[in-house]
């Protein structure tokens, strides 16, 4: 059976903080508001309305862009005001059509949670998720500390589901001497009847700065790992110096190549762009280019560990093998280490550079040129 959805994110956040209210705040690689509208879309809610301030219009649309099927509203002064306004879109609906109502602010929501909840009001004029107290309550008054009971009390949440009818008649006879604080108060003043489906502590909403912390924790299990490896060989010439993980070496000999011929460092910038399956150095770097004639190579690396934020991911760690029978890398390898760092952005210890010689075999042994191998790895949104 079909519903609509409404959710109402037309707030300003003000005990959140951080200036950006809190529904186009970025958890885990994308707006909390989209986390729900994802999962109410994916439910089948249509029409899904999204009630946002004027002022956020753009941002809203840039955030929740590539979903189909979503219409903005301008949201109003107070919450009920911006609930209003999305029940005004649904215009001449029939009354027993369901609508979920559904706070952007409560990012973690399930297609289990909209599924009891669309159960729930098969018997009712509305069903909404509810959780019992834990704590013990107390009461101070006048000096005095009381210990309510906490017997038949309850913490709602959203969403909330009603019959529209019922809450159209809640919301019309709703006197606004008085805030509702939620939907299921206005269904209930006008005797419609509402029942409570088990809640879920991780719908909590974003309410003050510390539940962001706690959402973050909660949203990194909605990323993924990935790795990438990359290689690279260059051939040995004549100089006095060679490049090697962003480090000058003095040597007999140098590295031949277009850019400054650092193995290391672009077997590195293949690994992310491996980890990204964003192709190669050659193809962001052709060496046809002339601009990359004697290019230093941290702006190649720079320019992959950019690639990686840009889509909301982070570097996990990345590893380097050098092969080679000389230089001794070993002397150089924590100035390395600290250079590469320095050019991803991450700590030291998140990155490892080695070395190895083959014993003499192949074409590292017989020092006509030098190899690098290198992985990372990289955790995406999903
Ligand atoms: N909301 C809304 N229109 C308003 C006020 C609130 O659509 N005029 C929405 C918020 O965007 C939020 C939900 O109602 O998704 C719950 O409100 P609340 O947690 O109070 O959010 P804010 O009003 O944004 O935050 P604050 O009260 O801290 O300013
Ligand atoms: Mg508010």
Redesign the pocket.
Known sequence: MSFSAI??????????GAGV???WRHLGGRAVARWSVETLAAAGASPLLV?V?EDMRAEAESALSGLTGIIFVP?????A???QAGLARLGDAPDDHRVLIH????PFLTRAHVARLLAGLEERAGAILALPLADTLKRQDEGRLGTPSREGLWRAQTPQAFALGALRRGYAAWDFATEPTDDAQVVSSTGGEVALVPGDPLLF???YPEDFLMAEQLAGGARQVRTGMGYDAHRWGPGDAVWLCGVRIDHDQTLIGHSDADAGLHALTDALLGALGAGDIGEHFPPSDPQWRGAASDRFLAHAADLVRARGGQIVNVDVTLICERPKIRPHRDAMRARVAEILGVAEDQVSVKATTTEGMGFTGRQEGLAAQAIATIELPR
């Open positions: 959710v109402v994110a037309a707030g300003s956040g003000l005990r959140a209210p809190k529904a009630v301030a949201g109003g002064a107070t919450r005001a911006s609930v706070d952007a602010a409560r909403k974003l309410t």
